[in-house]
């Protein structure tokens, strides 16, 4: 959420599509996020956003398009999403002039017991299997804490990738389903991401096509105006004040013969050393013997 000058900027659900058309205003049920109120305000939006009320002490924290973060190295260009304890933007990196993706944890998740920031340093600490590497796991390149209004907030920077696995099946193939070879190939690549978390006693928790995501190569250098010409310009409409639209990654690009693909997500991760008492996988894709 951006709030300046009396507007209040939210992000529509993480790349609901990945062709480059107009948008379409889509039907909501009012339990999702159409009206919310705070102890001062009543907010309303007619598109689904991250919840409104948890813009408040240890929720999210307010970010405005523009925005400089860890002394003005990263700036906010557009939003890509938001999850129950984060909001994800692309940035550039000044210093090393290329796009990144920066997650903004909720200050409630903040502490230094937070699950994906451990993840990520087991990852770092220790060595991977033999003839295998992180390739198939998206990158850390940073982390800082952010002082804000709500809190202090973990602040998570990733290479930026492509649209999920889920969005290029829903959007591009009919029948919901991958070409053949290109789905042999994304397990494939899956099993290596597994293989280096197992190896190194990690759980990711939350395994599905949602949080496997195919490389744009491309995305990560282009400079500001040509990144908004293929993205378009981050859209703004009423929402009782102001809506900002998440970036559509297009699939067109996309050589999926080639194209890599990478794990991502690890904010349901756990350690084998330090497993947690409850597991938020989606129920259908849970194993067998967690369920029986």
Known sequence: MCHSLGLIHLGLSPLTSIRLRTLQRRAYHLSQHRSFITPKFRYTCG???EPLHRYRSGGYHPVRLGDAFKHGRYKVLHKLGHGGFSTVWIAR???LNKNVALKIMTSEDSSSRNRELCTYRRLSENSVPAKNDHKHIVRLLDNFEHPGPNGTHICLVLELLGPSMATVIE??????RLPGFTAKKACKE???AL???HAQGIGHGNLHSGNLAFMILELKLLPEEELFQKLGQPRVGPVGRLDVWPARLTANDLNFEKSPVKLIDFGESFLSDDKEKSLHTLLALRAPEVLF
């Open 47 to 49: 598109v689904e956003a």
């Open 93 to 95: 990196d000044q210093s």
């Open 171 to 176: 959007e591009r193939f009919a029948g919901n």
């Open 190 to 192: 899956m099993g290596l």
């Open 195 to 197: 293989e280096v978390l």
